[in-house]
């Protein structure tokens, strides 16, 4: 069974940097497009970065030239650093595959707060 274990969030004031860490079990990363998600209050989860297992990445422009998706395959792993945060950044932060057949079972995400 698949597990994702998101960590690294926490409260910071804007303009501030988290980086975000994901360990998966279960199965191998390495063949897999690998994405972070976020669900903001009231809104629905939403991609907002993936990385091919080429390492071609993706952003959505909101977040754009302040975030950077990295990974591990020798650890399972996939990071996100998160600079220049905004108040509108706020939310819980998921880590899963970006494939058309579905994504593994939710972690329980990291919270993520930007507020002064």
């Known amino acids: 069974q698949v597990q994702l274990v998101e960590s690294g969030g926490g409260l910071v004031q804007p303009g501030g940097s988290l980086r975000l860490s994901c360990a998966v079990s279960g199965i191998m990363i390495n063949f897999w497009t690998m994405g972070w998600y976020r669900q903001a209050p009231g809104k629905q989860r939403e991609l907002i970065v993936r990385i091919l297992a080429s390492g071609t990445t993706w952003y959505a422009d909101s977040v754009k030239g302040r975030f950077t998706i990295s990974r591990d395959n020798t650890k399972n792993a996939v990071y996100l650093q998160m600079n220049s945060l905004k108040p509108n950044d706020t939310a819980v932060y998921y880590c899963?595959?970006?494939?058309?057949?579905?994504?593994?079972?939710w972690g329980q995400g990291t919270q993520v707060t930007v507020s002064s």
């Open positions: 899963n595959r970006d494939s058309v057949v579905g994504p593994w079972n």
